[in-house]
T-cell receptor, first 117, second 112 residues
Framework: AQKVTQAQTEISVVEKEDVTLDCVYE???????LFWYKQPPSGELVFLIR??????QNEISGRYSWNFQKSTSSFNFTITASQVVDSAVYFC??????????????FGQGTRLTINP | DAGVIQSPRHEVTEMGQEVTLRCKPI?????LFWYRQTMMRGLELLIY????????DSGMPEDRFSAKMPNASFSTLKIQPSEPRDSAVYFC??????????FGDGTRLSIL
């Protein structure tokens, strides 16, 4: 069975600090996808990134970066120079490479990130 | 382009009443998903459709829950009869084949 663990329930930092959100996953599939979604206080779920299991290259998008390591089954998310607007609940998710192209997401429990001014 | 549209945004009703949640996927998307978010269980997939056909409903909690997709631009999730433990935020998401899902704003459901 697939499982995603986000051990950090809550993180609180001061603005401009760097912060890393941890994500560890379990799957027996050799082909799978990993995701990060953001849920701001307004409640919607915003897609941030998807990586497939064959691509271990780290990715950077502005202040956001992601570190994917198959050896440790981890897909960590770092926010550099955090801002108050980054305050949200962040979800890591896993899906198998669906036969029909549908990606059934298994979510972690989320990490509530608070950036204090 | 419009995103996934869900209605209503909030619903408060009494136990035993029928509840219908609505979703309009992104135009052209051929997959539609219904999720439920609760404090206890987090985000969990209830059911998903491909080209309006239900493919996997293994996450539907019990027979009181049903979902339909009569056409490519509309889906409903119905609870009948509703119970207090059904209180949650229900999300609809849509996607193209093999692409990430895009979520609606959710419906916050409270069953009194």
């Amino acid at each position: 069975a697939q499982k995603v663990t986000q051990a950090q329930t809550e993180i609180s930092v001061v603005e401009k600090e760097d912060v890393t959100l941890d994500c560890v996953y379990e799957t027996r599939d050799t082909t799978y996808y990993l995701f990060w979604y953001k849920q701001p206080p307004s409640g919607e779920l915003v897609f941030l990134i998807r990586r497939n299991s064959f691509d271990e290259q780290n990715e950077i998008s502005g202040r956001y970066s992601w570190n994917f390591q198959k050896s440790t089954s981890s897909f960590n998310f770092t926010i550099t120079a955090s801002q108050v607007v980054d305050s949200a609940v962040y979800f890591c998710a896993l899906s198998e490479a669906g036969i029909q192209g549908a990606q059934k997401l298994v979510f972690g429990q989320g990490t509530r990130l608070t950036i204090n001014p | 382009d419009a995103g996934v549209i869900q209605s209503p945004r909030h619903e408060v009703t009494e136990m035993g009443q029928e509840v219908t949640l609505r979703c309009k996927p992104i135009s052209g998307h051929d997959y539609l998903f219904w999720y439920r978010q609760t404090m206890m269980r987090g985000l969990e997939l209830l059911i998903y459709f491909n080209n309006n056909v239900p493919i996997d409903d293994s996450g539907m909690p019990e027979d009181r829950f049903s979902a339909k997709m009569p056409n490519a631009s509309f889906s409903t999730l119905k609870i009948q009869p509703s119970e207090p433990r059904d209180s949650a935020v229900y999300f609809c998401a849509s996607s193209l084949w093999g692409q990430p899902q895009h979520f609606g704003d959710g419906t916050r459901l409270s069953i009194l």
